[in-house]
């Protein structure tokens, strides 16, 4: 009964959150996310199967690198370095027709470009990807 009283609707947020959110330098966050997706595509974009842009307004979520050869996330984990996997639904789905998500969801690397992350930081994932490439 309780859980079909629910509406779903979103009433509003705790004060605590309004206040963590307010705290948030927004437009220093949009900068870095941007500066560290361009970095990563400076010094990726010629072994990255994907050609990739950027629209004036975008703030991206991730940098998408698609390497020529599968990369073992566990490898860049054990270098504390995690790496999200994305898309594994596809996996219990039913058919041949995912062959392209399936590869996507194994190979995609979606490299953080966190605004908590600086150069060096940026630098040591770059280095690692491609020491695994080789």
Same mark, same amino acid.
Request: hydrophobic share 35%; with cysteine; net charge positive.
């Given at each position: 009964?309780?859980?079909?009283?629910?509406?779903?609707?979103?009433?509003?947020?705790?004060?605590?959150?309004? #206040?963590?959110?307010?705290?948030?330098?927004? !437009?220093?966050? /949009? @900068? =870095?996310?941007? +500066?560290?997706?361009?970095?990563?595509?400076?010094?990726?974009?010629?072994?990255?199967?994907?050609?990739?842009?950027?629209?004036?307004?975008?703030?991206?979520?991730?940098?998408?690198?698609?390497?020529?050869?599968?990369?073992?996330?566990?490898?860049?984990?054990?270098?504390? #370095?995690?790496?999200?996997?994305?898309?594994? !639904?596809?996996? /219990? @789905? =039913?058919?041949? +027709?995912?062959?392209?998500?399936?590869?996507?969801?194994?190979?995609?690397?979606?490299?953080?470009?966190?605004?908590?992350?600086?150069?060096?930081?940026?630098?040591?994932?770059?280095?690692?990807?491609?020491?695994?490439?080789?």
């Amino acid at each position: 009964k309780y859980e079909k009283s629910l509406d779903n609707s979103i009433k509003s947020m705790s004060g605590f959150t309004e #206040i963590l959110l307010q705290a948030v330098d927004y !437009d220093g966050v /949009r @900068r =870095k996310r941007r +500066n560290n997706f361009r970095t990563y595509d400076k010094r990726l974009n010629s072994i990255n199967q994907l050609s990739l842009s950027m629209s004036g307004d975008a703030v991206p979520f991730c940098y998408p690198f698609l390497p020529k050869k599968h990369i073992d996330r566990k490898k860049l984990f054990k270098k504390n #370095i995690f790496i999200p996997r994305y898309w594994e !639904d596809v996996y /219990r @789905r =039913k058919g041949d +027709n995912f062959v392209f998500e399936k590869h996507l969801s194994d190979w995609l690397l979606p490299l953080p470009v966190d605004h908590r992350y600086g150069e060096e930081d940026l630098g040591r994932v770059v280095q690692e990807v491609k020491s695994l490439c080789i």
